[in-house]
């Protein structure tokens, strides 16, 4: 009776593995809702992965994952003088990586934890958190007066565009390389496998740490089923009114009842960033069927996407079949196409 | 040089040859492209001597070759390894703004400088692991022994004041090379730079004292005499070695505007075996930096090691000077084993020195259209 997600154990045991073996720096990402599988199933993950680091995405994140993995905790959000940053466990704070992307959090962040861990980040073209290089270069007053400070690198947050971040990390590396630090570890996001080795052949002196978590979590899709529960089967006659808003049924079919709602994420789709204009169209397709009162549900039948019968309900959906399909019974499963990092299930099953 | 306090901006103008001397012999190291008398040596182009100023005080100095577009009278302005100044700062534009306004009234298009500042290091060791490792294909590829937080700084600075860096590929760049190979001397004797060396080196040396090859070396009007000889060998060497030689005329400015600054600014070095010339070799210096600037060597009796026997003499000279480094000039950045000019990088690896990258030439445009005028033309050159 309900959303699940199903791993096939071995499959994505040997995925998580195969990248782990191929990337000896590779720092996972636990945030958000864990990819789908949960904070705490990654935490368990990466300490079976044997990786020395972890990141998390907040500060709130860490009491999930600390209890379930031993090593170091990298928090990608900047440190901030306020909210769980400054409330954090003096127990946690000595595994923690925090990320620094102001001088001034940096001298803060010092004279409350003299021997904290940090990364300095240095923003790049996708300009979210991080210093400039003139910042970046100031910043080795501040830790020469911190003789217990531990500079743990510097981190680049890119954006995602495969294949075209060379150049500028060969910008970013020289403002790096002249801060008067040792700024040995680089901690990157979104690089190719092509372009971490053009680096590290660029900078052999230094270590690069691929922060990953899409392509570690769910690198290998066949390894990952979600289905839905069918809940309930009416039979309609063209003009019969269902559902919340009473709407009526546009020919004769059936109203299918399945598990999954908004609770869990159906119906919110989470921007795909596909700019393209076959992408845009699509989605103005889409927008144009919802006014019609045909929306297409995530939910499909013996390999067919379905159509929502009206707006996701909090816990389920009702799909509209139309007449000449096969009815599926009551129990029955569907499959569901979600965006892992929007959804969360009822239930995580791993063979 | 000091570095200028906001309340004294740095004035840049012209200043005198001698002043511009005098500086010179007041710094620890300064390119020898970046002397006064190197301006006699390139008289084909108009050229002229730089100051930096922080109130009254000489704090830099530049020498500035005027290079003239065809046709149009303006000219890019050249600053072969310069100039002398306070590279180390984390604040350039106070330096660099002020010269390119001098420059852009004095006619010129564009700049093209080569600070003297190094990027990078890799030390013997490392430079012969990465020749005998096939996967190395350029010194690149190595870990440095030495990564310059101040080298990068420039180059981030000049990056971001938009400077833009001359593609380097492969082979030589069209100016000053940007890998040399340098014999650190400070604090070293005789003895400790010799037994750096690798084993072929020390071998030829005692060779050559064996075989009795004789070193002499000349300078001031000693040379005179002596360069003639020097050139024909030196004509011999370039049509075994295929490159194109200078002509004698082009020497004797040379020797004649640098002797003129410094009694021994400039050396001819000689060495002989029974009498025949088989090896000579100009040696330059300017304070505690010395260069090995031009050789040559016969083809016969090569066993007798003269190239090896002079090649010592003047690390010797240097380091009884009191120099810092002896500077074997050019290499490439290639370690790959079907390379050309790997040859040429063992020779020097023998030295036990160190392979050093500058941060190379770069352009500040002044003029878009004349500069990109320009590109144009020297791409089609």
Known sequence: ?351 | MTPPTASTPLVVREIGSDEHLDFVRRQRSVSFLQTPAWARVKAEWRHESLGWFAGGELVGAGLVLYRQLPKVKRYLAYLPEGPAIDWDVEDLPPWLRPMAAHLKGRGAFGVRMGPPVVTRRWDTATVKAGIADPAVRRLGDLAPTERSHAGARVVAQLRDLGWRPLAVEGGFAAGQPQFVFQVPLAGRTEEQVLAGMNQLWRRNIKKAAKEGVEVTSYDGVAIDPELKHFHDLYVHTAERDHFTPRPLSYFRTMVEALGAEEPDRIRLYTGRHEGTLVAATIAIRVGAHAWYSYGASSTEKREVRGSNAVQWQMIRDAIAAGADVYDLRGITDTLAEDDPHLGLIQFKVGTGGEAVEYVGEWDLPLNKVLYKAFDVYMSRR
């Open chain 1, 1 to 351: 009776m309900s959303l699940t997600l199903t791993v096939d154990g071995d499959r994505w045991r040997d995925h998580l593995r195969s990248v782990a073996t191929a990337e000896p720096d590779l720092v996972p990402v636990a945030k958000g809702n864990g990819y789908g599988f949960g904070l705490g199933r990654l935490a368990r993950r990466a300490a079976w992965l044997g990786v020395d680091t972890i990141a998390v995405g907040t500060y709130e994140e860490l009491p999930e994952v600390a209890g379930r993995y031993d090593g170091s905790l990298l928090v990608l959000t900047p440190w901030r003088p306020f909210g769980a940053a400054v409330e954090l466990e003096p127990a946690l704070a000595r595994r923690v990586v925090h990320t620094i992307s102001r001088v001034e959090d940096l001298g803060d962040l010092l004279g409350r934890q003299p021997d904290a861990r940090f990364v300095l980040e240095r923003t790049t073209s996708m300009l979210r958190h991080g210093m400039t290089a003139r910042e970046l270069w100031s910043t080795a007053d501040v830790v020469r007066a911190h003789p217990k400070a531990r500079v743990a690198g510097v981190a680049l947050h890119l954006p995602l565009a495969n294949g075209a971040h060379l150049s500028e990390v060969h910008r970013l590396m020289t403002e790096v390389v002249a801060t008067e630090l040792p700024l040995d570890t680089v901690w990157v996001s979104h690089l190719s496998a092509s372009e971490l080795a053009a680096l590290r052949t660029a900078y052999p002196d230094f270590t690069f740490r691929p922060r990953t978590g899409t392509d570690l979590w769910l690198g290998d899709r066949s390894a990952l089923q979600v289905t839905a529960t069918v809940l309930d089967v009416h039979a309609v006659e063209r003009g019969d009114g269902f559902g919340y808003r009473h709407r009526t049924a546009p020919k004769a079919g059936h109203v299918l009842i399945v598990s999954g709602g908004t609770a869990h994420g159906i119906g919110l789709e989470a921007p795909l960033g596909d700019a393209s204009l076959r992408g845009r169209a699509a989605t103005l397709a889409r927008g144009g069927m919802d006014a019609a009162g045909f929306v297409r549900s995530p939910f499909s039948i013996d390999g067919k996407q379905r159509l929502f019968a009206e707006p996701p309900h909090m816990q389920a959906s009702m799909l509209f079949l139309p007449h000449g399909a096969r009815v599926p019974a009551v129990g029955d499963v569907v499959d569901v196409r979600v965006r892992y990092t929007a959804t969360t299930f009822d239930r995580v099953v791993v063979d």
